[in-house]
């Protein structure tokens, strides 16, 4: 009678209970994704201490600050975009015909701060996360004019560029209506950043590269890094601090973030080792520059496939990613234009060629996914792979043309490059009024 009176206590403190301990669970975060993407948020705003120096030890000595204050200027200057509007354009429902999104109660974030998402995340950390890639991406850009563009324009190229272009484009791959996320079975696959971030920065490089015009005196005299030390630095920190722009794609602590790492590490680590292999190959020495090269080259590839392929995917990424990649750097050379820190030869050839080639490596539970939602019920590999072209096709054309149209406006106004005058000074002078080393020597 006793445990009678036990079990029938129980079912009834549940049943009073119960309610609140559903409503507790649909509104409050999980604690341990939450914590997992805060990291991720961090370690992705690490990444732009670490794109500065290693974008500042490869220049001159005299544009050493100059090149790191535009990482650091688009921490800044996009930090308060993506806060004011950034997010509502990309993550807001269609206006425009999709071409962007907008929420009027999303501007200034006004609507998250109560808000928690479906798998226990609030908006808030979510909203942070996606800001660190709205802010990396025209911080990439800057690398392939380094060295010759005024500071005031850069900032004002950027405020531009992230409005225009990196906010449709991000709006059309991750926003739930965009038109890219709805392109195919399960969409066009983009599970970090191959579109969004590497081939959008890596063409409107190439595109201000080839518009600006070679630095002064290139290639005709001999440039050399002023810092490799700090360029090793800068590839480490970038190494590290992906791991959470892939694992943190999965906006989950579980198995796809747990699958991402791990593809992240093994990508990075074949792409240095392939580069090491070229170059001992084609010169019989390898470089600490040639080893970060690969290392970025496999990180920008696995990046749209960190969701979707295994191990032996990564491993081919960051093989095809080193051959593409120096290969690119080769053609540049022989071309003669002048992308300064080869953003368009690592992050543009390397983010096309993962986009694409992860089609022949996806995981086989992602293809039956894809062909259970479609209404024949089936899905091939071909069909995904029309998918991921035409998604790397749409953002070429469109990043190049905006690029194109912005850098012209911007020319045509207040300026973009230069004068030769203050290009002999170097950046850190005449832009800044200050000297990275404080050395009399500024060559």
Same mark, same amino acid.
């Given at each position: ?96 015909? *999709? @071409?962007? &999104? ?8 006004? =609507? !998250? %701060?109560? +808000?928690? #998402? ?122 590290? *601090? @992906?791991? &959470? ?8 602590? =579980? !198995? %796809?973030? +747990?699958? #991402? ?183």
């Amino acid at each position: 009678m006793k445990n009678w009176k036990n079990v029938m206590l129980l079912f009834f403190s549940w049943l009073v209970l119960w309610p609140g301990m559903a409503l507790a669970a649909e509104g409050t975060p999980d604690s341990g994704a939450t914590a997992w993407m805060l990291t991720s948020t961090s370690l992705v705003l690490l990444m732009v201490p670490g794109l500065a120096l290693f974008y500042g030890g490869l220049v001159r000595t005299k544009n050493v600050l100059g090149t790191m204050m535009h990482s650091y200027a688009s921490m800044a200057i996009v930090g308060v975009i993506w806060a004011v509007c950034g997010y509502s354009m990309c993550f807001g429902p269609n206006v425009l015909g *999709g @071409w962007i &999104g907008w929420d009027p109660n999303l501007l200034f974030l006004e =609507g !998250l %701060d109560d +808000a928690v #998402a479906d798998g226990g995340i609030p908006d808030y950390v979510f909203a942070m996360f996606q800001g660190k890639f709205a802010i990396i991406t025209p911080a990439l850009i800057a690398g392939a004019f380094a060295e010759r563009v005024r500071f005031k324009s850069y900032c004002v190229f950027i405020t531009l560029w992230v409005l225009f272009v990196y906010c449709p484009l991000c709006h059309w791959v991750w926003a739930e209506d965009g038109f890219l996320f709805n392109m195919g079975a399960n969409g066009a696959i983009d599970f970090a950043g191959g579109t969004v971030v590497h081939i959008s920065s890596g063409i409107s490089a190439l595109v201000i590269a080839l518009y600006c015009g070679a630095r002064r005196d290139y290639p005709k005299t001999a440039m050399h890094p002023n810092n490799l030390v700090l360029t090793l630095l800068g590839a480490g920190l970038l190494w590290v *601090g @992906w791991f &959470g722009f892939n694992a943190g794609s999965s906006v989950s602590s =579980g !198995l %796809d973030a +747990a699958r #991402a790492l791990a593809v992240t590490q093994v990508a990075a680590s074949t792409g240095a080792l392939v580069w090491m292999i070229i170059e001992g190959v084609k010169h019989g020495k390898v470089t600490s520059l040639g080893l970060a090269s690969g290392i970025l080259a496999g990180l920008v590839a696995i990046t749209p496939a960190a969701g979707v392929v295994k191990i032996p995917g990564a491993i081919f990424l960051g093989a095809m990613a080193s051959f593409v990649s120096y290969s690119a750097i080769q053609i540049k050379s022989k071309l003669g234009y002048d992308d300064t820190l080869d953003v368009f030869g690592i992050h543009g050839v390397s983010g096309i060629a993962g986009a694409i080639l992860l089609t022949f490596w996806i995981r086989e539970s992602w293809m039956v996914d894809a062909a259970a939602a479609t209404t024949s019920g089936t899905w091939t590999v071909f069909q995904q792979l029309l998918v991921q072209v035409s998604a790397v096709g749409i953002t070429i054309a469109y990043a190049s043309v905006l690029t194109w149209v912005i850098i012209i406006i911007i020319d045509k106004t207040i300026g973009f490059r230069i004068s030769d005058k203050e290009e002999m000074t170097g950046l850190d002078q005449s832009c800044h009024g200050e000297h990275g080393y404080g050395l009399l020597n500024l060559n």
